[in-house]
């Protein structure tokens, strides 16, 4: 049974452009590569058509993937986000209660994270500790450098 992927349009999109790419562009150079290597007698110690054929199965493997993402993706409809407690999508302004550090972060799906842009995954710690959780609540969230208080400050979109 997949497991079902949520999604952002932008975040189906990528995965769209990146299944295409594989399929239209790595697929036939591979397919090339192999046919290279034949053309070049006794396939049974080549090491040319070994690592083509290899590369062949994990590029397949990886469209098997993308494919499934995307027949059991689910798109979050950012329309019907609720800002009155922390959930997928939204902004989360934290304060880090230890040394009053504020963070802003956007809580995404998994495949959509990017901690240089803010956005941090839903499965991580972080996330995971503040779902739910409303402006103004105080959540201590076990991080690799201990338990650390933060203070929700503002919730948004």
């Known amino acids: 049974m ?8 932008e975040g189906l999109k990528k995965l769209k452009n990146e299944l295409d790419r ?3 562009v790595e697929r036939p150079a591979i397919s090339k590569q192999i046919g290279e290597a034949i053309e070049k007698g006794d396939i049974s110690e ?3 058509y070994d690592a083509a054929k290899d590369a062949q199965g994990m590029l397949e493997a990886k469209i098997a993937e993308l494919q499934s993402k995307i027949a059991n ?5 950012e329309s019907k986000i609720d800002t009155s407690q922390v ?4 902004k989360v302004k934290i304060k880090n209660k230890k040394n009053n550090t504020t963070m802003q972060y956007t809580i995404v799906p998994e495949g ?4 240089k842009q803010g956005k941090i995954s839903a499965t991580t710690p972080i996330a995971k500790g503040l779902m739910g959780k409303k402006v103004g609540d105080v959540v201590e969230i076990k991080v690799p ?3 650390i208080p933060f203070e929700i400050i503002e919730i948004s979109i």
């Open 112 to 115: 959509e994270a990017n901690v």
């Open 46 to 48: 080549n090491a040319e």
């Open 73 to 77: 993706a689910r798109i979050l409809d």
């Open 22 to 24: 594989l399929t239209n």
């Open 87 to 90: 959930q997928i999508l939204n």
């Open 2 to 9: 997949s497991r079902v992927t949520y999604l952002t349009k």
């Open 145 to 147: 450098s201990g338990l």
